[in-house]
């Protein structure tokens, strides 16, 4: 196929909404909102030399020794105790050859973490709207505030990052194609709900939550005294939809110590599919009815034995086997309209949509990651869609159409 009629089937698609990005957070997010008195403590970058220590049992690589005289130059973050090199994998878009080196801002793209720069970006890769994810100082819903010793410059910071991405990141030029998604203070339901509430009331009705919160030390969805419920309300009750994204338990999956690190990325779906239980098994969407969850960079292939399995237990919940599996109805009821798959490499889950539900499958290109697909990603999609054999109202829905709905972008302007 020539290059002009590759370009035409591609402008044939609908525009992206991609519905898993990141934004690296800029220098000066925290310095610019944090009360004077915590700006000492609070996040803040600093430009030293750094270098990539190799463990000679693994192989692995980590940057390290901040200040060593024979480094390169790397931004780093510190907060409290902490310090995190920013390193070329969480801000690779547009670059070939990534590994995990040391990099300064000056060094990634301006798309990363500049408004007008992605904005731009987008538009070469046939993108309208993105969700936008946080990247390396909170992670991917906000572990480290909690992991903090400062309780109250935690939540500061959970506001000041929400203020960031709601005002500014997501504000002016931004509205209706940079989709905020917003932090809460992990450590406490209630002023978890708060939060929801108050950023609900700025424009923001999506949040971030982590896949297996007992894995943070936190009460799991199947908490006796439902410690999770008044977060969930908040969620249900400002029509804020719950993203739950791989890594957010702050759990590799892998099967020994000893195991390849690219085999921790093959399993990766394992803690996904671990979360989708616990929503279905706790009774989640018995209690909230209005809730909906995105579970981004999961990949849906596996869906449908899941829930065959648990449809299978909750048939047998009268023996002992099955303790706990007190639904009225069969787990997979719930996940219409409720749960939301999201994709940027799974052509077998694609096949097998009707297993799915069509409806529940959504798009990511997860710039500016290394697995991203920018500026590739009018191209993937095209792939898969062929190669799947959808028809143009199933490309609609996967690329735009699921994701106005589960996001309600109707609320920012975007229309179908």
Known sequence: MSSATD????????????VDDHVLEPPT??????????????????????????????GKGRIANRGAAD????DWWLYEDLEI????????????????????????????????????????????????????????????????KDRELGLLCVRAYNDWILEEWAGGAGRGRLIPVTLVPLWDADLAAQEVRRCAALGGHAVSFSENPSELGLPSLHDADRYWDPFLQACAETESIINIHIGSSSKVPNTSSDAPQVLGACLWFTNTAGALADLLVSGTFLRFPALKVALAEGQVGWIPYL?????????????????????????????????FGCIFDDAFGLANRAAIGMDQIMFE?????????????????QAMCDGAGLDDDERYRLLRGNAIAAFGLHRDGVSA
């Open 71 to 74: 480094g390169v130059w790397c």
């Open 7 to 18: 370009e035409a089937a591609t402008s044939a698609l609908p525009l992206i909404i991609s």
């Open 365 to 381: 290109t997860d710039y500016p990651h290394n697995d991203g697909t920018f500026p590739r990603s009018a191209e993937v999609a």
């Open 29 to 58: 997010l925290w310095t610019d909102r944090l009360p004077a008195a915590h700006l000492d403590h609070g996040p803040r970058v600093v430009r030293e030399r750094a270098e990539v220590v190799f463990d000679t049992t693994t």
């Open 307 to 339: 829930l065959q399995r648990l449809d299978h237990v909750w048939r047998d919940r009268d023996s002992s086997s099955s303790i706990g599996m007190q639904l009225p109805e069969a787990p997979s009821s719930y996940v219409a309209g409720h749960v």
């Open 85 to 148: 090199a920013l390193n070329l994998q969480v801000a690779s878009a547009g670059i070939e050859n990534v590994d995990r080196r040391p990099v300064t801002y000056d060094d990634v793209r301006p798309g990363c973490w500049q408004q007008a720069a992605r904005l731009a970006d987008m538009d070469r890769n046939h993108v309208e709207a993105s969700v936008c994810f946080p990247n390396v100082v909170p992670r991917f819903c906000g572990q480290t505030f909690l992991e903090a």
